[in-house]
């Protein structure tokens, strides 16, 4: 509502960042405190981040890699914005973390904790490695989802590092996420997949798209040709 009102009386983001701020220290509650420091970031461009934009950039890192899923959408371009890409000169360990959130899987986790000294690595960001852990199964998964229909318990269990056991905790653990709408074969030991975030757009992304419209124009075409048959049939008899 806040924006919505800066945006009709046409405040510049200068104008606006000290709102934001007082927002954001005021603010208790965890999930509006990072939606109001994210609003400080994005009123940055290059040429004006200062030490509070920087130290904002860091809050705002932390938080979506604490809690990646409850502002997905918010936080999702967050990579792009200025504030955030200077981190890479102050805070070049946390930057690549939030990197691995935001486009990474489980394997890119696991590999920055090794290459950096271990789980101790969180403590200077209290975050919680069983957290970081669990996130990022979830959005491993959703990132798998992206790419396929229908993927077998075997290949879930190897992206995410764990049992085929485990699978269908996963699977349900992203469903209550919100992120990815599925359903499970049991039979089959297959997840059907109905939709799931894209993480990441790029041109594999786009290829997958493109195949699916195909694939989708054809079934289409056929359900149309079934139904001008089934018209045409009365006439000629």
Same mark, same amino acid.
């Given at each position: 509502?806040?924006?919505?009102?800066?945006?009709?009386?046409?405040?510049?983001?200068? #104008?606006?960042?000290?709102? *934001? /701020?007082?927002?954001?220290? #005021?603010?208790?509650?965890?999930?509006?405190? =990072?939606?109001?420091? %994210?609003?400080?970031?994005?009123?940055?461009?290059?040429?004006?981040?200062?030490?509070?934009?920087?130290?904002?950039?860091?809050?705002?890192?932390?938080?979506?890699? /604490?809690?990646?899923?409850?502002?997905?959408?918010?936080?999702?371009?967050?990579?792009? =914005?200025?504030?955030?890409?200077?981190?890479?000169?102050?805070?070049?360990?946390?930057?690549?973390?939030?990197?691995? !959130?935001?486009?990474?899987?489980?394997?890119? *986790?696991?590999? !920055?904790?090794?290459?950096? #000294?271990?789980?101790? @690595?969180?403590? =200077?960001?209290?975050? +919680?490695?069983?957290?970081? $852990?669990?996130?990022?199964?979830?959005?491993?998964?959703? +990132?798998?989802?992206?790419?396929?229909?229908?993927?077998? *318990?075997?290949?879930?269990?190897?992206? %995410?590092?764990? +049992?085929?056991?485990?699978?269908?905790?996963? $699977?349900?653990?992203?469903?209550?996420?919100?992120?990815?709408?599925?359903?499970?074969?049991?039979?089959?030991?297959?997840?059907? $997949?109905?939709?799931? @975030?894209?993480?990441? !757009?790029?041109?594999?992304?786009?290829?997958?798209?493109?195949?699916?419209?195909?694939?989708?124009? /054809?079934?289409?075409? #056929?359900?149309?040709?079934? *139904?001008? =048959?089934?018209?045409?049939?009365?006439?000629?008899?």
């Amino acid at each position: 509502r806040l924006t919505a009102m800066l945006d009709e009386w046409k405040v510049d983001p200068a #104008g606006r960042r000290d709102l *934001y /701020r007082a927002a954001a220290e #005021g603010v208790k509650a965890p999930l509006a405190k =990072q939606q109001f420091s %994210l609003l400080v970031v994005g009123t940055y461009s290059k040429s004006d981040i200062d030490t509070s934009g920087l130290e904002y950039a860091k809050k705002a890192a932390i938080g979506a890699i /604490r809690d990646p899923v409850s502002l997905f959408v918010q936080q999702r371009k967050i990579l792009s =914005q200025p504030a955030i890409e200077a981190l890479g000169g102050s805070d070049a360990q946390l930057l690549a973390l939030l990197k691995i !959130f935001q486009e990474g899987k489980l394997g890119d *986790y696991y590999a !920055f904790i090794k290459s950096n #000294g271990g789980d101790t @690595v969180l403590a =200077q960001w209290d975050l +919680s490695s069983e957290e970081c $852990v669990r996130y990022m199964r979830i959005l491993s998964l959703c +990132s798998l989802a992206a790419d396929h229909e229908e993927i077998p *318990y075997s290949v879930v269990a190897e992206t %995410l590092q764990t +049992s085929p056991d485990e699978v269908e905790k996963w $699977v349900i653990a992203a469903v209550s996420s919100g992120l990815l709408n599925a359903k499970m074969d049991q039979l089959q030991e297959k997840v059907l $997949v109905e939709r799931s @975030v894209v993480r990441k !757009f790029e041109m594999e992304q786009w290829k997958a798209l493109q195949a699916r419209l195909h694939l989708w124009k /054809r079934n289409v075409g #056929g359900i149309l040709d079934a *139904y001008k =048959q089934s018209l045409e049939q009365p006439q000629q008899q």
